[in-house]
């Protein structure tokens, strides 16, 4: 009974997502229509809707998900093992070390052929 429950989309989620369209709509339409006035009034209204449209985005199966989701993100994320700062510093080191010396490489090659290529021409 409860799957049954969960496969059908939450009540008046279509309505919602109206919603959602027409907040998101309004701050884009209000920010331009109102383009004569100051900045931070224009930035203040269109927080605003989107805070709003957000809201009723949270409201909706999908938002609903979508949180959920984000929360099991965070959980995962505070899970890792972050590298120190010694570690940090020595891998981005080795890394440049490893670059430089490809492109040296690169170059010796590179020019190598050219002398060979010129050869041949001249």
Known sequence: MKAKAEAQPARLD??????????????????MYF?????????????????????????????????????????????VIWPTRPETTQTTLIVLAAVAIVALLLWLIDSFLSWIIQSLIY
Not at 16 to 23: G, I, R, Y
Not at 47 to 63: I, M, S, W, Y
């Open 14 to 31: 279509g309505f919602k997502w109206a919603l959602v369209v027409l907040l998101v709509s309004a701050a884009v339409l209000g920010n």
């Open 35 to 79: 383009g004569d006035q100051p900045l931070l009034y224009r930035v203040a209204g269109v927080v605003v809707l989107l805070a709003l449209a957000a809201g009723v985005f949270a409201q909706t199966a999908k938002g609903q998900k979508f949180l959920a989701m984000a929360r099991e993100a965070r959980t995962e994320i505070r899970k």
